[in-house]
C-alpha cells in the first residue's frame, strides 16, 4: 500500500523567493513519484516524475524534486517564484509496476505568491 | 499532442437520476482510470480498466457506479442514482504507448447533485 503526507496546506512565498514544497511518501515496493499543479478550475498537469533513474528529477516552469529514499521524501523546489505558481501542488505515489497501477495522491498544498 | 478529452466540462443533475461521463483516452492507450475531487479536497481513485474489465476498484465505487468501454475511444463511468455527496470533479487519465509510468489526465467533469 502507498500513501502521501504533504506537510503545509497552504504556503505562501514572495515573488523570486525560493519555493519549498513537502512531500513525504510510504511504500511497500519501489515507488514511482509525481508532482501535479492543478490551477483554479482546471485539471492536473504533470510537473515532474520520478521512475527509478535519476534522484534529481526537473520539471516544466523551473520546478525539480529529489529522491530521497532514507527520508522517504520527494520536496519540490524552484529558486524563484513566479505570480504564475500561484495553484495547487498534488505529490503522488504509486509503486513501480509496469502499467496498470492507480495513483495515490496527497491532500495538496494551494501555494500563494506574493508581490 | 494527443490528450485525454472528457464531456461535458459541466453536468447538473437532481439527486437520484442517472448521469454518464464520457472520456476519451488517447488512442493507443491501455489502461484507464476514473478518479474524483471533491471540492477542496484531494483526488482520489475510483476504478481502473483493462482488457475490458476493472482492474481495481477503492471502496467508493460501489454498485452505484459502473464503467464501460462501449467502443474502441471511448470511456464512461454510470452513476445509477446521483447522490448529493457524488457532487464532485471526475477526472479520467490513460496510460500507454512509450510511456507506462504516467498517466495522463483529462480536464475533468464537475458534477453538480442538486
Known amino acids: 500500500a502507498q500513501s502521501v503526507t504533504q506537510l503545509g496546506s497552504h504556503v505562501s512565498v514572495s515573488e523570486g523567493a525560493l519555493v519549498l514544497l513537502r512531500c513525504n511518501y510510504s511504500?511497500?515496493?519501489?515507488?514511482?513519484l509525481f508532482w501535479y499543479v492543478q490551477y483554479p478550475n482546471q485539471g492536473l498537469q504533470l510537473l515532474l516524475k520520478?521512475?527509478?533513474?535519476?534522484?534529481l528529477v526537473k520539471g516544466i516552469n523551473g520546478f525539480e524534486a529529489e529522491f530521497k529514499k532514507s527520508e522517504t521524501s520527494f520536496h519540490l523546489t524552484k529558486p524563484s517564484a513566479h505570480m504564475s505558481d500561484a495553484a495547487e501542488y498534488f505529490c503522488?505515489?504509486?509503486?513501480?509496476?509496469?502499467?496498470?497501477?492507480?495513483?495515490?495522491f496527497g491532500t495538496g498544498t494551494r501555494l500563494t505568491i506574493i508581490p | 499532442e494527443p490528450e485525454v478529452t472528457q464531456t461535458p466540462s459541466h453536468q447538473v443533475t437532481q439527486m437520484g437520476q442517472e448521469v454518464i461521463l464520457r472520456c476519451v483516452p488517447i488512442?493507443?492507450?491501455?489502461?484507464f482510470y476514473w478518479y474524483r475531487q471533491i471540492l477542496g479536497q484531494k483526488v482520489e481513485f475510483l476504478v481502473s480498466?483493462?482488457?475490458?474489465?476493472?482492474?481495481?476498484k477503492s471502496e467508493i465505487f460501489d454498485d452505484q457506479f459502473s464503467v464501460e468501454r462501449p467502443d474502441g475511444s471511448n470511456f464512461t463511468l454510470k452513476i445509477r442514482s446521483t447522490k448529493l455527496e457524488d457532487s464532485a470533479m471526475y477526472f479520467c487519465?490513460?496510460?500507454?504507448?512509450?510511456?507506462?509510468?504516467?498517466?495522463?489526465f483529462g480536464p475533468g467533469t464537475r458534477l453538480t447533485v442538486l
Open positions: 503522488a505515489v504509486r509503486a513501480a509496476n509496469f502499467g496498470n497501477e492507480k495513483l495515490t
Open positions: 511504500s511497500s515496493v519501489p515507488p514511482y
Open positions: 520520478y521512475t527509478s533513474a535519476a534522484t
Open positions: 488512442s493507443n492507450h491501455l489502461y
Open positions: 480498466f483493462y482488457n475490458n474489465e476493472i482492474s481495481e
Open positions: 487519465a490513460s496510460v500507454g504507448g512509450y510511456s507506462y509510468n504516467e498517466q495522463f
